[in-house]
């Protein structure tokens, strides 16, 4: 098997080669679950894989893999890799680098060492952000296991169209469809760029990511009473856009004083009818609301809206909860830190031990097999926008501790 095709000469330049796929006008990327340019890049990454002597494969839901085979077929195999999905005009670096830096990494270890004990995947996993269907983590949750068709069912896009159609377009087809858990996996590594300034400010060019922070996300609806604009008096009114106003300058002003680790963002909000001279009778906004201790999120969201319930009572509107997404807080593999701590030291980079505010397929992993997160720093700390940046001294960086980390877990075995 021969894995020398290397047409980029280095990290950054396959980085924008993949950017290519979904690229916006602003230079940023939108690449969303089964879309055109989703299905253009997943395909473009698997004639890369072919073409480097990868066993390239897609499953149900369209995760792709490359596989490398190892001497000890009944060994557990080591998985790498990230998400090709991205934000609506997102950066080039968010999820793709973890794929290229694993394509890229595993490539080099074959062309040195030859084949390794342990089999070795480096996965393109098909979605992670949740930005087209209001659900996340179908990659990831559909290996362990934890998704399947009847979670999708009912689940549509703003355009109507639902997740199952949208997956038989791209080729995925659910008559197709076989719940699976994947029983051979030893563990999985991950590395992203941090999404946030802490490296950059420590001057450290890897993270080592301890824990991940649980997050809950919500759509709060208010439904109020649309009326006429100018013959409505003012303490006559049930504005749904002017409570929920409201409501997002409390979840603000609460968050503020929470405890720092703490975070609750608004990120959408629509009106209806939406028209200047009508009242607003229902309103909708998005919530999302990060901590790295479970028992303290769940105590601020329970406050939050009981604050809500009393609001909803007093204005004589109706203020509906409906939670769509939850992720627990979870621990990476101590063990594997370690031995991220050992190979940073061994290479001589400098490294720095955090949580991560943002969440990743190591968070489903995490729970499901020994799980590492490694991060290389953000320029500035800007994420999920085409200002996205990391300089290319830190992405070879990123390559070479995790060619290293990977060295010693596929071929110098021992207990995974």
């Known amino acids: 098997m021969s894995m020398d095709f290397s047409p980029f000469p280095n990290t950054l330049e396959m980085v924008q080669w993949l950017s290519k796929f979904g690229q916006t006008k602003n230079d940023g990327v939108t690449r969303l679950l089964y879309t055109s340019s989703w299905l253009e890049a997943q395909e473009a990454l698997k004639t890369f894989m072919e073409k480097s002597g990868f066993q390239a494969y897609y ?14 077929k009944t060994a557990p195999i080591i998985l790498t890799g990230s998400h090709v999905d991205t934000v ?10 973890g794929v290229i830096a694993s394509l890229i990494a595993v490539q080099r270890l ?12 480096v996965v393109s996993l098909c979605e992670e952000e949740g930005s087209r269907f209001p659900i996340s983590y179908w990659g990831s949750r559909n290996i362990t296991g934890e998704y399947t068709l009847d979670d999708a069912a009912a689940v549509r896009d703003e355009d109507g169209v639902s997740l199952l159609e949208a997956m038989k377009i791209s080729g995925f087809s659910p008559e197709h469809y076989k719940p699976t858990s994947r029983t051979d996996i030893g563990c999985f590594v991950e590395i992203h760029i941090e999404q946030g300034s802490i490296l ?27 009326n006429h604009a100018g013959t409505t008096p003012m303490h006559d009114r049930k504005d749904a856009l002017s409570i929920a106003a409201g409501l997002i300058a409390h979840i603000t002003e609460k968050a503020g004083k929470a405890d720092p680790g703490l975070r609750a963002t608004v990120g959408s909000i629509t009106a209806s009818p939406n028209v200047s001279n009508v009242i607003a009778g229902k309103t909708e906004f998005s919530l999302d609301v990060r901590h790295h201790d479970t028992a303290y999120l769940e105590q601020f969201c329970d406050e939050l ?11 004589g509107t109706m203020i509906n909860v409906r939670q769509w997404f939850q992720a627990d807080s979870v621990k990476m593999d101590e063990n594997l830190l370690n031995i991220a701590r050992l190979t940073a030291s061994e290479k001589g980079i400098s490294h720095h031990e955090l949580t991560s505010g943002a969440g990743h397929d190591s968070q489903v992993f995490g729970s499901f097999c020994p799980t590492a ?40 075995g021992g207990e995974i």
């Open 59 to 72: 499953d149900n839901v369209g995760n792709l893999f490359g596989r490398v085979e190892g001497k000890d």
């Open 88 to 97: 609506v005009d997102g950066g080039k670096f968010d999820g793709a680098y």
């Open 110 to 121: 074959f062309k040195k060492y030859g084949e390794p004990k342990h089999t070795m995947e």
């Open 200 to 226: 950059e400010k420590a001057a450290k060019s890897i993270g080592l990511v301890s824990h991940i922070v649980g997050q809950k996300r919500f759509t709060i609806t208010v439904q109020g009473e649309s």
């Open 305 to 315: 809206f009981r604050y809500f319930k009393d609001i909803a009572g007093k204005s």
């Open 373 to 412: 997160l490694l991060f290389v720093p953000s320029v500035d700390g800007i994420s999920h926008s085409p200002l996205e940046q990391t300089l290319n001294k830190d992405l070879e960086k990123g390559v070479e501790l995790l060619t290293a980390f990977l060295y010693k877990l596929a071929y110098q």
